[in-house]
């Protein structure tokens, strides 16, 4: 069992930047892709960056040039950093860990999200 803990949310006015930081623990970390989500109210939730089989990373065409996510598996931390911010970037961010084992499938674990808003 994976436990994922977000923090770095908070509140913030367009154009600025935050970091948010997930810890994983109770697993293999660089066994997992690691990725954050976002869910805005009323909204599906949504993939914002991702990485794919190893250091392939997708990421979603609204946060291209803005938002970059890193790992760092020494630490168990995977990370995002969010420059330029916009209105409509407010929302909840999960942090996300996948894997699929031959015979377990597909493994999948959720933090307890972060919520960040961004406004004047």
């Known amino acids: 069992q994976v436990q994922l803990v977000e923090s770095g949310g908070g509140l913030v006015q367009p154009g600025g930047s935050l970091r948010l930081s997930c810890a994983a623990s109770?697993?293999?970390?660089?066994?997992?892709?690691m990725g954050w989500y976002r869910q805005a109210p009323g909204k599906q939730r949504e993939l914002v960056a991702g990485?794919?089989?190893?250091?392939?990373?997708d990421y979603a065409d609204s946060v291209k040039g803005r938002f970059t996510i890193s790992r760092d598996n020494a630490e168990n931390t995977v990370y995002l950093q969010m420059n330029s911010l916009k209105a409509e970037d407010t929302a909840v961010y999960y942090c996300n860990a996948q894997r699929v084992r031959p015979i377990a499938g597909l493994q999948q674990y959720w933090g307890q999200g972060t919520q960040v808003t961004v406004s004047s």
């Open positions: 109770g697993g293999i970390f660089s066994t997992y892709d």
């Open positions: 990485f794919t089989g190893g250091n392939n990373v």
